[in-house]
């Protein structure tokens, strides 16, 4: 075998390579360019072959082509403490505590929010989580227009974010890296808001869902949010593409009408669990982000609930907390299929809870 170095390898015209086939190897100490785009110029139709990569440029990351669908590659590890963090924030309570979701264990303490709240909706980034909206006791009744953001890679208080337009409660939320979005609130409207992450700032209008309702769930992958179920034991499944604005579109339906749902995600699919449907649901359902359709039994959580709260890594989703209240955390492997097992413990038993990660299928 011989080596034949190259430092600009072009075609004759110079636009293109030539293509080379059998095993071939480069060694460099540079680097190569991939093609690039935006997230409305993938390519898509026939000719595309499973390992294709391009560069995103509206998320500044790679893409890989996956047979069916452009997956992203994470660039950057949202790592801490051997795996994703998972943070929960809430349910009766001003307490935010994290688990790491790729081991088992029980929660620990993070910091606190600026007020006992239930009903919040919480998104993430892979540095920034933000928790808005939501209802509190202390000092008076009152419902909500406050969001708020942790930096996950250290632990401590809040910090303001920003403001809805008006209260916020029994909403739900997802992002992908670079934008968060919040639909519903509790007089069942069908609003949808979103806020950049990276920055602060006020929510500002994306569209409405396809019903009035609240008490529903969210997750997302890096094109689409997903918002299912929801008040009235709602069996509605809508989509929206969160670079853009505009309202939601019919995706299908979940297998049970329920509301107060919880929903977390992988970059292929959403996981749904738990509700009332329209007593305690231990029903865990799953859809194909990228397709359009009902979703398929998943499985079941060790314990039936509604009120309760989800996140994820790439691999696993956890559901912590919920009605009762509960202080039970569930793990499932999302790729696969079959009953959630036990992952440890909240800190107290609570309801009404909101939970994000940084390291979710939107990322």
């Known amino acids: 075998m011989s080596n ?5 390898f072009k075609s004759e015209d110079g636009n293109t390579g030539p293509d080379l086939v059998g095993i071939t190897s480069f060694t460099s100490p540079y680097y190569f360019v991939p093609p690039s785009g935006t997230t409305a110029q993938r390519p898509s139709g026939e000719g595309l072959t499973p390992g294709m990569l391009r560069f995103n440029t509206d998320i500044g990351r790679l893409e890989v082509w996956r047979n069916d ?3 992203t590659i994470l660039g950057e590890s949202p790592n801490l403490d051997g795996g994703a963090r998972g943070v929960f924030g809430g349910g009766s309570v001003n307490v935010i505590e994290y688990v790491t979701i790729s081991t088992l264990g029980n929660a620990q303490d993070f910091g606190d929010l600026t007020a006992t709240k239930v009903g919040m ?17 202390v000092p008076a009744a009152t419902f909500l227009n406050v969001i708020e953001f942790i930096t996950f890679s250290s632990t401590g208080n809040v910090q303001d974010f920003g403001d809805f337009p008006a209260a916020r409660y029994g909403l739900s939320a997802c992002s992908n890296s670079t934008r968060g979005v919040f639909g519903s609130n509790y007089i069942t409207s069908n609003t949808i808001e979103y806020i950049t992450i990276s920055s602060t700032g006020n929510a500002v209008s994306f569209g409405t869902l396809s019903s009035s309702r609240y008490v529903l769930s969210s997750c997302s992958s890096s094109t689409r949010g997903i918002f299912g179920g929801g008040s009235g034991s709602s069996n509605v499944i809508d989509f929206i593409t969160i670079s853009t604005t505009g309202n939601a579109v019919d995706f299908g339906d979940l ?23 329209p007593s305690t649901s231990n029903v865990i359902d799953f859809i194909t982000i990228s397709t359009t359709g009902n979703a398929t039994d998943f499985g079941d959580l060790t314990v039936s609930r509604g009120y309760l709260s989800a996140c994820s890594s790439s691999t696993r989703g956890i559901f912590g907390g919920g ?7 569930d793990y499932i492997t999302i790729l696969s299929v079959g009953n959630a097992l036990d992952f440890g413990d909240l800190s107290a038993s609570k309801s009404q809870l909101s939970a994000c990660s940084n390291g979710h299928g939107g990322l």
């Open 4 to 8: 034949t170095k190259f430092s600009n």
């Open 69 to 71: 669908h452009w997956a």
């Open 121 to 137: 909706a919480a998104c993430s980034s892979s540095t920034r989580g933000v928790f808005g909206g939501g209802y509190t006791n």
């Open 255 to 277: 297998s049970v009408s329920k509301e107060a749902l919880a929903a977390c995600s992988n970059s292929t699919r959403g996981v749904f669990g738990g509700g009332y449907s």
């Open 323 to 329: 009605s009762g209240p509960s202080n039970v955390i």
